[in-house]
């Protein structure tokens, strides 16, 4: 089975701070995708990655950057964290195109106070 | 840009079979619509995909129309444990944006 871990479950943090999430996947899987979900707007991705060092903007990249030094890690980077990036953050991998099936890990809840 | 649109909650009672309709418009034409499935404090987990006419695997049908411009997923006799919050995703046609819908919360009752 496909495991997809992110480093926290829970993680709370003060504005301004640098935020670094952590995601890991165990199947050599290409493509790694960042996505926030918040009530109401569902599921936005923020970078997609399809190699090492390599990465897309999604639909919201703005305040977040993306480092995918190695094939199964691929982290989330808020530069500067502010109150409206508390969110619920996913993390996905897959094979294929970006519509191909994903697998998901059981996202980080972040705060920002 | 492509749109998603989905009920936002639904009510079964177990046994019976739902029918989840996701309307999209201004999809790639060659990509194909997935679904998911996601419970509370967990990540979606993917159910089916196609790409036109019917699909179907062990848990779920998929029916696409000719135009594909909705989808609807079908849960044959549901259970309790069905209870979720069902979301497309779809790719827009014009620079490949990930579209997913807002998600249908199913309640299944006994």
């Not at chain 1, 829970?10 to 960042?34: A, I, P, S």
């Not at chain 1, 996913?90 to 294929?96: D, K, N």
């Not at chain 2, 749109?3 to 790639?28: F, R």
């Not at chain 2, 995703?89 to 620079?95: K, T, Y």
């Amino acid at each position: 089975d496909v495991k997809v871990t992110q480093s926290s479950r829970y993680l709370v943090k003060r504005t301004g701070e640098k935020v670094f999430l952590e995601c890991v996947q165990d199947m050599d899987h290409e493509n790694m995708f960042w996505y926030r979900q918040d009530p109401g707007l569902g599921l936005r991705l923020i970078y997609f990655s399809y190699d090492v060092k390599m990465k897309e903007k999604g639909d919201i990249p703005e305040g977040y950057s993306v480092s995918r030094e190695k094939k199964e890690r691929f982290s989330l980077i808020l530069e500067s964290a502010s109150t409206n990036q508390t969110s619920m953050y996913l993390c996905a991998s897959g094979i294929g195109g970006r519509n191909q099936p994903q697998h998901f890990g059981d996202g980080t809840r972040l705060s920002i106070l | 840009l492509a749109k998603t649109t989905q009920p936002i909650s639904m009510d079964s009672y177990e046994g019976q079979e739902v029918n989840i309709t996701c309307s999209h418009n201004n999809i790639a034409t060659n990509d194909y619509i997935t679904w998911y499935q996601q419970f509370p404090s967990q990540g979606p987990r993917f159910i089916i995909q196609g790409y036109k006419t019917k699909v179907t695997n062990e848990v779920a049908s998929l029916f696409i129309p000719a135009d594909r411009k909705s989808s609807t997923l079908s849960l044959p006799r549901v259970s309790l444990s069905d209870t979720a919050v069902y979301y497309c995703l779809v790719e827009d046609n014009q620079g490949g944006k990930l579209i997913f819908g807002q998600g249908t919360e199913l309640s299944v009752k006994p």
